[in-house]
């Protein structure tokens, strides 16, 4: 999904919220009004100063995080194309309509939104965009999250569909009809298919017996303590067990026993009132479903997106929902006991005594960051396929000195009736317990090699501001020293014991993204930002075999004002013992980079390039050039010498 402030624009529920106004904004703090900027900065010199916050190619320091002193697990018989972890050298910002990747490194495009994953579907028809018949053949749009399996030698990616964008999606420029919202269905969800090298690169199979579309109507077992509560009956399924579809799927997961774990987030902005005189629920309100839709208009041809006629629907949406990619057959299960919120992805580790612990974001300004463990233990080879139906869920508290703890939301914490009800309204049970408010939390990674997370905060420009003022009342100190916060950060915690099973934990703050280039107080970045390495908007984070971090960005990309010589999104390397950050890409125009994996033998990484052009036709034309429609697209990057990347 597009960063927050074109989320807004298209919500014509919330006021306008243009990128120039968050420049003003940046700039221009109303007369009278705390500076919130300046007591950040403060802050921030005080966190860093205190705890030997991360000093450029320095060690941690006092922090709670010394170096690992483990050797690189993998990739040790690659020839780095040069020396150190990185491998490569990094490559500047630019504002070009193409993916840049590093000297020695090549890429190719492996899916574009609309390619057919069967023969008998129609090839992508840049004048129409395709008909509801030829989507639900083909891959869907907006690539996000992403996992592949392998299975016989044979590699099959499952990938997420995020939403659609009306402005590319539909040729004139929104949708008009039942088929156009056909089409738009079956362009959310997930996509699986087989994908195989041939003719010099990787290409989807067609026809593969894996290939497999789950939409935004495909029926989806409901478990978990929420399966057949009241509040997830509906006309249409009055048991309360089965689900319609899933859409909104952001980022990915998957589990040690194989399955696919994909995460629903703007689940909300689906549903509209055909009835304006509705009033919609409280609680339906702070996931912030309300009568108007985000112009995506399903409800005029499914009824079931009407909350005045289904007022229960939107509650069956907002899980993380698992599926094995290799069964095609097999049902998808709505894992409610992992929570409902704008669900981020999904980062699963395993305790020492063989519980699974699943750490969550909600990806909303003010929201929380949650932990899931197990009640049951896995087992290798045994039978885990509901180990995600039961387990207790955690809300993060930090405080100001680098500790925090897991709360638990239980009926006793929260006073709910009941867990069923806590799955449902997690939120507010999170809320009940005072856990810590957070600047939009995206992605969750854990370091393979050291029992450690990571979380991108993307960003939130309101923060600390009064509510009657756009902003969230959070205050402003811990994980999210900034008010105003244009840039981002990421935090990172480790657990005490050195098992993810611990209730308590040490964090630090990994990197605060900033721009020295143009500020020198807190929005300049920590020490580890450069003018040389500097972005906004950390979202994607995924950690590789040999322990390094891979930063994708979903952020402004005018590469003017405070974004000046940010240029367009891109995806970094981080070191996490020494907080070195490198450039590794830049992605095409107004394009976010989300979703990585890579292949069995690490050889090739795939990357997603969602929504480039998105402000309209003619903003892009990636990745076909010429005047085509910019299309949403995996591509496959590798080493010009064949080496490990990852
Ligand atoms: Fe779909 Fe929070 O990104
Ligand atoms: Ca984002
Ligand atoms: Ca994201």
């Known amino acids: 999904m597009p960063d927050d402030t074109t989320i807004e624009a298209e919500d014509p529920k919330r006021e306008f919220d243009s990128v120039e106004d968050d420049f003003d904004e940046f700039y221009f703090p109303r007369p009278g009004e705390t500076d919130f900027a300046a007591l950040a900065d403060r802050e921030i010199s005080r966190q860093i100063s205190r705890r030997g916050f991360l000093r450029g190619t320095a060690a941690a320091?006092?922090?709670?995080?010394?170096?690992?002193?483990?050797?690189?697990?993998?990739?040790?018989?690659?020839?780095?194309?040069?020396?150190?972890?990185?491998?490569?050298?990094?490559?500047?910002?630019?504002?070009?309509?193409?993916?840049?990747?590093?000297?020695?490194?090549?890429?190719?495009?492996?899916?574009?939104?609309?390619?057919?994953?069967?023969?008998?579907?129609?090839?992508?028809?840049?004048?129409?965009?395709?008909?509801?018949?030829?989507?639900?053949?083909?891959?869907?749009?907006?690539?996000?999250?992403?996992?592949?399996?392998?299975?016989?030698?044979?590699?099959?990616?499952?990938?997420n569909n995020e939403y659609v964008n009306n402005k590319l999606f539909f040729a004139a420029g929104k949708p008009a009809g039942p088929d156009d919202v056909r089409r738009a269905k079956a362009a959310?969800?997930?996509?699986?298919?087989?994908?195989?090298?041939?003719?010099?690169?990787?290409?989807?199979?067609?026809?593969?017996?894996?290939?497999?579309?789950?939409?935004?109507?495909?029926?989806?077992?409901?478990?978990?303590?929420?399966?057949?509560?009241?509040?997830?009956?509906?006309?249409l399924d009055p048991a309360g067990t089965t689900a319609r579809g899933t859409w909104g799927n952001c980022g990915s997961g998957r589990t040690p026993w194989g399955t696919y774990l994909t995460c629903e987030e703007n689940f909300n902005g689906y549903f509209s009132s055909g009835d304006p005189g509705h009033k919609g629920s409280a609680e339906l309100l702070r996931y912030g479903v309300g009568v108007v839709d985000w112009g995506?208009?399903?409800?005029?041809?499914?009824?079931?997106?009407?909350?005045?006629?289904?007022?229960?629907?939107?509650?069956?949406?907002?899980?993380?929902?698992?599926?094995?990619?290799?069964?095609?057959?097999?049902?998808?299960?709505?894992?409610?006991?992992?929570?409902r919120f704008k669900h981020e992805n999904a980062e699963v580790a395993l305790a020492a005594d063989g519980r699974v612990v699943v750490y969550l974001g909600d990806d909303e300004r003010g929201e929380f960051l949650y932990r899931f463990v197990s009640e049951g233990r896995y087992a290798e080879g045994g039978d885990n396929g509901d180990l995600l139906e039961n387990g207790t869920l955690y809300a993060a508290k930090f405080d100001d000195g680098g500790r925090g703890e897991w709360l638990e939301l239980t009926p006793r914490t929260t006073g709910m009736k009941s867990r069923a009800e806590i799955a449902i309204h997690t939120r507010q049970a999170a809320s009940a317990v005072k856990a810590t408010t957070m600047d939009r939390p995206e992605w969750v990674a854990v370091n393979p090699l050291k029992a450690e997370a990571y979380c991108c905060l993307t960003n939130n420009k309101n923060r600390g501001k009064k509510p009657n003022a756009g902003g969230d009342a959070a205050p402003v100190g811990g994980p999210n020293p900034r008010?105003?916060?244009?840039?981002?950060?990421?935090?990172?915690?480790?657990p005490d014991g050195g098992d993810h099973l611990s209730d308590t934990f040490a964090w630090d703050l990994y990197v605060v993204a900033g721009n020295p280039a143009v500020h020198s107080d807190a929005n300049a970045g920590s020490k580890n930002v450069t003018r040389d390495n500097m972005f906004n908007s950390p979202d994607g984070l995924r950690i590789d075999t040999r322990g390094m971090l891979w930063i994708q960005t979903d952020g402004n990309y005018s590469n003017a004002k405070g974004f000046a010589g940010m240029g367009n999104n891109q995806m970094l390397a981080g070191d996490p013992a020494t907080g070195e950050i490198k450039r590794f890409m830049v992605g095409p125009k107004q394009c976010e980079i989300t979703g990585l994996t890579w292949s069995a033998d690490r050889?090739?990484?795939?990357?997603?390039i969602q929504h480039p052009g998105e402000r309209g036709p003619g903003n892009s034309h990636f990745p076909d050039g010429g005047e085509t429609t910019p299309r949403s697209a995996i591509v496959a990057v590798s080493r010009d010498d064949g080496g490990v990347i990852g």
Do not use: C
């Open 61 to 159: 320091g006092a922090a709670a995080f010394v170096a690992s002193t483990a050797p690189p697990r993998s990739a040790a018989s690659a020839t780095p194309v040069n020396s150190g972890r990185f491998g490569f050298e990094p490559v500047a910002a630019n504002t070009l309509d193409t993916v840049t990747v590093p000297e020695g490194y090549n890429w190719h495009v492996v899916a574009r939104w609309g390619d057919p994953l069967w023969s008998r579907g129609a090839e992508f028809d840049d004048a129409t965009r395709g008909t509801g018949e030829s989507q639900e053949l083909a891959f869907g749009d907006n690539t996000d999250g992403m996992e592949l399996f392998t299975a016989d030698g044979r590699s099959i990616l499952a990938v």
């Open 603 to 608: 050889r090739t990484m795939f990357v997603g």
């Open 296 to 339: 995506y208009e399903w409800a005029s041809a499914d009824e079931r997106f009407d909350i005045a006629k289904h007022p229960n629907e939107p509650n069956r949406f907002g899980y993380i929902v698992e599926f094995d990619p290799l069964d095609p057959a097999s049902t998808p299960k709505k894992r409610t006991a992992l929570g």
């Open 483 to 494: 008010a105003a916060n244009n840039y981002g950060q990421i935090v990172r915690w480790a």
């Open 188 to 235: 959310h969800g997930v996509s699986v298919f087989e994908i195989a090298q041939a003719g010099g690169g990787w290409r989807i199979v067609r026809d593969s017996e894996y290939n497999r579309k789950i939409t935004a109507d495909t029926p989806i077992e409901i478990t978990g303590p929420a399966r057949g509560h009241g509040l997830m009956k509906t006309r």
